[in-house]
């Protein structure tokens, strides 16, 4: 047996210190934190697959409108809390030619990243009819979500929605929403962690339930536009990012500019509400707030209480960044394309030295490449796996904290792992595949 790169005695020692017993239990910034550790303590450093953070530099658009802003008085100013002028025109706009949804621009929401619209959203989503007291995650998801809805108290249920994809979502979706107590729907299109593209199909059953049961669709679309066997790129030009929103008034679209710009130092998300869903009221809502109307309990019910608005000057750089893309002078998703290439080269990588792909197929074709990938080894458990990479120098997450069924596997992600690392790689992970022979 060959030696592992980083020494047993380190990882272990780390891991015991840190109270740490099963790593498939620990979160996405509990495994970072943890390989920030290893790496200090043995002078090495991993091939990190764990985080979703950005790798590619922010454009330099959003830059200078920032800083423009800055200098112009931006940062003596607090930010309106329903979002500056410009930017809420541009949000609609994007939307309009990139999703082909018409939207109010009064309804679109800058928020604290896509986390905090997801939190408003459940704040004020889950509390309109006291009735309805239970967040539907169509999984497997983010995390954090279902821990924000742990944080306010509401109920869950959630299903792995990989064997009930095309015309089984139907039977499934409505054995849950006919108990009537459901009052949001969240799900992630194209999906983190198993990187599925919901079809049109899915979409419209999804919004004719949601119409039908009276249930709010919260869309997270953090990787807009990275369905890259389309090319969504170009405005006001189809194909386009698929959505409920054709289906449904009941939606919500949570935007992040995180990954398709990356933006994500500055923390701004956005919230698209459905011109009705924005204007609707609901009496149990003034249990909370000081109206019953949606849009107001939102913005200045949770928005102001919770963040007092989005980054003043940020919100300038966002909105410089929509108008570019709005133009078709800034390409984001020619950019964002890298994530892909990535992830067709890794994932060969993987599987060349044993691995196989756990969320191989998106209904009856192969998954797409893009921001994440799902991997197992033959012989081992999540936890064996998770564990047993770390002496390697590698880092992933579980899918079990995702809320998936598939316990076996981990979720990886591509974007910090530069093409020169590929080697290094390799070589790893062919030491890997000997020692488990």
Sequence with gaps: MKDTPIKKEIVDQILSENRITNVTKASIREIKKLINLIEEKSGQKFIRMEMGIPGLPTPKIAIEAEKKAIDEGATALYPDLDGIPELKKQIAVFIKNFVDVTINPLACIPTVGSINGAFAT???AGRMNASQDTILFIDPGFPVHKQLVKMI???QENFDVYN??????REKLESILKKGNISVILYSNPNNPSWICFNEEELQIIGELATKYNVVVAEDLAYFAMDFRKDLSKPGVPPFQATVAKYTDNYILMISTSKSFSYAGQRVGICAISDKLFNSNHPDLLTYYSSSNFGHALVHGTVYAVTAGTSHSAQYGVAALLKAANEGSYNFVKETREYGERANMLKKIFINNGFKIVYDMDLDKPIADGFYFTISYPGLSGEELLRELLYYGVSAISLGITGSERTE???AC?????????EILENRLKIFSENHK
């Design 409 to 411: 596997g981990l979720r």
């Design 414 to 422: 591509v974007s910090l792992i530069q093409r020169a690392q590929f």
């Design 164 to 169: 009930f994809r095309g015309s089984k979502l």
């Design 153 to 155: 108290g509401l109920k």
């Design 122 to 124: 459940f704040m004020v």
